[in-house]
């Protein structure tokens, strides 16, 4: 590399070490410091964690919540794709009205939801009108308040995989679809034979993204239930830095939920490589 490419990468370079590179290694060195000792390298913090019973809570929720999650949002997504990919008169209205819900800022939308699924919001203002029984929606550890903490997550970020889908189908030969319905195939053959496995690659795609990104979920469970409601490692690490001051504790939690991203990430990295 010539040197004033060298210059000009430098200042990017600089602002990355000192937003990501200092943070990281400074967290990783306070993950594994003993907070009474300073000994180091030492696994008092880890010890500290494994004796409590939110963080196994929280562990597993980090692992069951984005699965669900993004399972849900690959099918609403592609769905969505499928029947707005098609040409019908008010297509372009309806594809905007699907994309809201990611383009309103994460506060907005986690306030909206507060106010629908609260004891007396719109959620079982509706179940009254229909003579059903008011549900308590956001009990903090109920099974009830798991799922609608999904469903809200889904719900904001469904937009994200819906518009990778969309410009995948965009990108298929209408031809090729037209040659498989001369052939005799009916619309499901031509989905599961022809639409489908052409759109791999996107699938592949958009479950790294959002497998990822869906790891770090942190506002959602936190706004609608509490720390303690549906715990994630990134409220975990929260609640003991802000309430405990407990930045070990903290940075231990962090590092946890690094190294399960890394772990996660390189698969699904070298399977799209691959494709």
Do not use: C, K
Request: charged share 15%; net charge neutral.
């Amino acid at each position: 590399m010539r040197r004033p490419q060298v210059w000009l990468l430098a200042p990017m370079v600089a602002v990355l070490a000192l937003t990501l590179v200092y943070p990281m290694l400074y967290a990783v060195r306070l993950a594994f410091t003993d907070p009474l000792t300073g000994d180091f390298p030492s696994l008092a913090n880890y010890a500290q964690l494994a004796r409590d019973e939110l963080f196994w809570r929280a562990l597993r929720n980090n692992a069951l919540l984005p699965a669900a999650s993004v399972a849900v949002e690959l099918v609403l997504g592609l769905a969505l794709a499928l029947f707005l990919s098609q040409r019908f008169p008010g297509r372009g209205a309806l594809r905007v009205l699907v994309v809201v819900p990611f383009a309103l800022p994460e506060i907005v939308v986690l306030t909206i939801m507060r106010y629908i699924f609260v004891p007396r919001g719109y959620a079982n203002a509706a179940l009254g009108a229909l003579g059903l029984p008011a549900l308590d929606w956001l009990v903090p550890g109920s099974a009830l308040a798991w799922m609608t903490v999904v469903v809200v997550d889904a719900w904001h970020v469904t937009p994200v995989v819906f518009l990778i889908l969309l410009a995948a189908l965009a990108g298929i030969p209408e031809d090729i679809r037209e040659a498989a319905q001369l052939d005799g195939a009916g619309p499901a053959a031509r989905l599961w034979r022809i639409t489908l496995p052409l759109l791999r690659p996107a699938l592949l795609a958009a479950l790294l993204l959002r497998g990822v990104d869906a790891l770090r979920i942190f506002a959602t469970p936190l706004v609608l239930t509490g720390v303690e409601g549906v715990p994630v490692l990134s409220s975990y690490a929260y609640h003991q830095w802000a309430d405990y001051g407990n930045d070990a504790a903290a940075a231990a939690a962090a590092v946890t939920l690094a190294v399960i991203s890394l772990a996660l990430s390189v698969p699904l990295l070298r399977v799209r490589s691959e494709t």
